[in-house]
């Protein structure tokens, strides 16, 4: 037995055309349910002065040593280098979420020494951006690194 519907060129038109306005709404659709959030309010007037943080991040790559930041669950431990010791330091350890700004956390640490642990009992397990910047001897340092807080 012959199916009697006939598959000719106009129909295969008419598909194309129904298949791709369901591929466009289905796109409109899901990138209107997406967060569309900056990175920060002040985009652009940060990026004028970033040129401080380039800097900054040189004159910690040139320390001896290098910066450690240790993430587990409920901890977070953060170590400078040994070119620290002594030096009355200064700081604050912002860790960037990149998925939703609400969950960005700040802590602040000052004293002469070389190491300092944070408690993390309420952030949220993943991937972080950890930007660490501190100041001693009113010199300023930068260190940026993606952490895994297990």
Known sequence: MASKFKFNWGTGIAIFYISFVVAVLSFVFWTTG??????????????????????????????????????????????????????????????????????DTKFRFEGEKTDFTFNSDKIVLGRWKAKLSWVAEGVDYYFEDNIWIK
Do not use: C
């Open 34 to 103: 997406n967060n569309r959030e900056l990175v920060t309010e002040n985009y652009y007037a940060e990026e004028l002065v970033y040129q401080k943080i380039i800097d900054s991040k040189n004159r910690a790559n040139s320390l001896e040593g290098k910066v450690k930041i240790d993430a587990k669950k409920g901890v977070i431990n953060v170590m400078l280098p040994e070119g620290m010791n002594n030096k009355l330091v200064n700081g604050e350890l912002f860790l960037f979420r990149q998925d939703d700004k609400h969950k």
